[in-house]
């Protein structure tokens, strides 16, 4: 049998990233975001406008995507085309690229403890008043992003968390980054904000309804340990496995539209391969659930126990054992 390292080693270069896959994954993108835009303006039959929210919807949600594979460095095999294209993809997604990629490496250092991992931590026995309950459930009840809002502002723009989890030495990139991107956010909305709100405003909304869906489907609900007062150590990637969820989806649809983003348990297996290499993984997905059982189930449950209570209950596990990999 071969040693493992060796079987890691082997896989890395075998699934190494390449220009040519990255460049065709951008194709479809420019395609949505060119369409949607055109027909936000066209006058050619009633629905166009609506039509034109839906492209737009997929591709800022396609945007969010790609800002998490250039975040990994690992997207483009030119290593210098990561952080371009990461900054603008983040900047697309309001988040700053600095801020994603400390917070992001420390999420897959500490996925397995809830305590630690900064983007779940906050749902550790969260003090939340009867109004604020009320609002978690209404949100997740009429499929109000809230948490998707909550998770970019939440981590990303968070000082305090930054400040207890990433080294002084990395804060002030981090606040460059914060400053540059609202300085220009800022100005563009003065000078071009009632264009954005009237062709691309809605896209953006139906992008942040989809955001919730897909990223809370990947941790959420899941009985994950806390470390508490232990001193505990990071786990092995392979090992993380259990503490999260994929859901499956249309080939097709899976590979081209989301770019594999639904794999997540091969994606905590291996981080550093990229997405568009993730469907060649022969790596066992235990947790992979049919998208729309996944939703059925986890829509029957309020907001706040959904996303703020772990459980043993596998959501959209079906008896069949035909989805349990790809």
């Known amino acids: 049998m071969k040693n493992k390292s060796v079987e890691n080693h082997t896989a890395v270069w075998k699934f190494r990233a390449d220009n040519y896959p990255a460049f065709l994954g951008l194709l479809l993108p420019a395609v949505l975001a060119g369409s949607g835009i055109y027909l936000s303006f066209a006058q050619i039959w009633g629905l166009h406008w609506w039509l034109a929210q839906v492209l737009l919807a997929v591709f800022f949600f396609q945007c969010f995507i790609l800002l998490h594979e250039c975040g990994h460095l690992t997207y483009f095999r030119t290593r210098w085309l990561n952080p371009l294209f990461?900054?603008?993809?983040?900047?697309?997604?309001?988040?700053?690229?600095?801020?994603?990629?400390?917070?992001?490496?420390?999420?897959?250092?500490?996925?397995?403890?809830?305590?630690?991992?900064?983007?779940?931590?906050?749902t550790v026995n969260p003090q939340f008043g009867i109004v604020l309950r009320f609002v978690v459930n209404v949100s997740w009840l009429f499929w109000i992003p809230l948490f998707t809002v909550g998770?970019?502002?939440?981590?990303?723009?968070?000082?305090?968390?930054?400040?207890?989890?990433?080294?002084?030495?990395?804060?002030?990139v981090i606040y460059r980054n914060m400053v540059f991107?609202?300085?220009?956010t800022v100005l563009i909305f003065i000078f071009w904000g009632h264009w954005i709100w009237g062709h691309l405003g809605m896209g953006y909304l139906l992008s942040l309804m989809l955001s919730d869906l897909f990223i809370l489907s990947q941790h959420s609900h899941i009985e994950i340990p806390l470390a508490g007062s232990r001193e505990v150590q990071p786990l092995r990637f392979a090992d993380q496995v259990k503490y999260t969820?994929?859901?499956?989806?249309?080939?097709?649809?899976?590979?081209?539209?989301?770019?594999?983003?639904?794999?997540?348990?091969?994606?905590?297996?291996?981080?550093?391969?990229?997405?568009?290499?993730?469907?060649?993984?022969?790596?066992p997905m235990?947790?992979?659930?049919?998208?729309?059982?996944?939703?059925?189930d986890a829509k029957?449950?309020?907001?706040?126990?959904?996303?703020?209570?772990?459980?043993?209950?596998?959501?959209?596990?079906?008896?069949?054992?035909?989805?349990s990999s790809e």
Request: charged share 15%; net charge positive; no cysteine.
């Open 286 to 296: 235990p947790n992979t659930v049919p998208f729309f059982h996944y939703l059925k």
């Open 245 to 283: 969820r994929s859901v499956k989806l249309n080939t097709l649809m899976g590979r081209w539209l989301y770019f594999n983003f639904h794999l997540h348990e091969k994606h905590h297996a291996w981080p550093g391969i990229p997405a568009y290499h993730l469907h060649r993984v022969q790596e």
């Open 181 to 184: 991107q609202t300085i220009v």
């Open 151 to 172: 998770y970019r502002l939440g981590n990303y723009w968070n000082l305090k968390k930054m400040k207890n989890h990433i080294p002084a030495r990395q804060m002030p």
């Open 300 to 323: 029957s449950l309020s907001g706040m126990e959904f996303v703020f209570r772990t459980s043993s209950m596998q959501i959209g596990k079906v008896q069949s054992q035909e989805h």
């Open 86 to 122: 990461g900054h603008l993809f983040a900047f697309i997604s309001l988040i700053p690229f600095a801020s994603w990629v400390a917070i992001h490496n420390l999420h897959h250092k500490w996925t397995g403890y809830r305590d630690k991992d900064p983007t779940t931590e906050g």
